[in-house]
């Protein structure tokens, strides 16, 4: 199976996403919703939990788990690849979201002006900044922090009109042609990306991390083919969350689009 991971239910767009340029593969997401945020934790814990979840997955069967929260891709997912898959699971891999939406960008930013909207956490971590500049140091980067987005798309007021209005409050640093691209630094705001896109100056790109991973997927997928050989083909999903309300169904079946089954399990 592929695995999925992330620290609620906002990866659930990330899988739709995959689900629609990959769709034969079989599909295990684990979302942590008992132990949601993890942006406001320790590195130390956001590490131990996010190694709990893939350590669940890869004992599942997974051969391959997407880390869809960029908390846990940007503070996790070195220490992963570098130090906990050599010494437990040498023949299986995670990928991360962050990375290929940083290379998104600037695959698609003709001025290297680059625009981040994400939550106060992943703002202050830097982690899109630092990443981009590692990939092109004269890159200028924008961030803007938007708490209440969240908020909004979990109450289920994404359509409400006064989120137009809070939206063109956090968009504004990005209306005098600073940027040309502007990435969709959370999975929740997948939810609200064509009332960002409505709301950006001709010619800015947007960038949104579930589209930009699936696309990376694919080549992924298509450049290891040992790997691809060995995951499974049958169309299944399964969805598994530490926590299971109805306010969590109702946002699973928003993300996903449709009405969906989930497990409890305990990592």
């Known amino acids: 199976m592929i695995g999925v991971f992330d620290s609620g239910f906002g990866g659930l767009a990330v899988l739709r996403e995959f689900l629609l340029v990959l769709p034969e593969y079989d599909y295990l997401y684990l979302g942590d919703n008992a132990r949601i945020p993890y942006g406001t934790r320790s590195d130390r814990v956001v590490q131990r939990f996010t190694e709990q979840a893939v350590d669940y997955l890869l004992r599942q069967g997974c051969q391959l788990v997407v880390l869809a929260c960029h908390t846990a891709s940007a503070r996790a997912l070195r220490r992963i690849q570098q130090i906990y898959l050599p010494a437990r699971y040498p023949t299986r891999r995670v990928l991360g979201v962050l990375i290929p939406t940083v290379e998104e960008a600037l695959a698609r930013s003709r001025a290297k002006r680059i625009g981040v909207i994400a939550t106060e956490g992943t703002v202050t971590s830097l982690s899109f900044e630092l990443e ?107 969805y598994l969350s530490t926590d299971l309300t109805p306010r969590f169904q109702q946002l699973a079946s928003l993300f996903m689009g449709q009405a969906i089954d989930s497990e409890v399990v305990e990592l």
């Open 132 to 238: 981009l500049k590692k990939l092109d140091p004269e890159v200028e980067v924008v961030q803007q922090a938007c708490p209440l987005l969240v908020p909004i798309i979990e109450s289920g007021e994404q359509d409400w009109e006064g989120t137009t209005m809070i939206l063109r409050r956090y968009l504004a640093p990005f209306q005098d042609g600073r940027v040309d691209t502007l990435i969709l630094g959370c999975t929740h705001y997948s939810i609200l990306k064509d009332q960002v896109r409505a709301l950006l100056r001709d010619g800015q790109e947007l960038i949104c991390s579930g589209q930009a991973t699936a696309a990376k997927l694919v080549e992924y997928l298509r450049r290891h083919r040992g790997l691809e050989g060995r995951l499974t083909r049958g169309g299944t999903r399964r």
